[in-house]
Nanobody, 126 residues
Framework: QVQLVESGGGLVQPGGSLRLSCAAS????????MGWFRQAPGKEREFVAA????????KYAYSVTGRFTISRDNAVNTVYLQMNRLKPEDTAVYYC???????????????????WGQGTQVTVSS
């Protein structure tokens, strides 16, 4: 079992930046690929970004490519999402998720993630 706790959400103006953090406890953090997903009001949850166990592979949704950066620090069991040039359409609850090492892992597939955080609200508005 692993527990995930997100932080860093809040209200920011368009064009601004936020950095989300997700602290993990429980089993060895380096055994997990980590992902960020988001859910806007009235919409389904969608993939945002993901990173593999070593940090050597990252994936991004097209809508955030070039603006968001995912990273991890296995020494402190934390994954980050740096969000720059935020837009109103980035407004959503952002969720951190963990995927156990498995033969057919898929960083983009929501159903492949085993553990989820409670989410943190990000609101982009003037």
């Amino acid at each position: 079992q692993v527990q995930l706790v997100e932080s860093g959400g809040g209200l920011v103006q368009p064009g601004g930046s936020l950095r989300l953090s997700c602290a993990a406890s429980g089993r060895t953090f380096s055994s997990y690929a980590m992902g960020w997903f988001r859910q806007a009001p009235g919409k389904e949850r969608e993939f945002v970004a993901a990173i593999n166990w070593t940090g050597g592979t990252t994936k991004y949704a097209y809508s955030v490519t070039g603006r968001f950066t995912i990273s991890r620090d296995n020494a402190v069991n934390t994954v980050y999402l740096q969000m720059n040039r935020l837009k109103p359409e980035d407004t959503a609850v952002y969720y951190c998720a963990a995927q156990i090492i498995q033969p057919r892992y898929d960083l983009l597939a929501e159903y492949k993630y085993h553990y989820w955080g409670q989410g943190t609200q990000v609101t982009v508005s003037s």
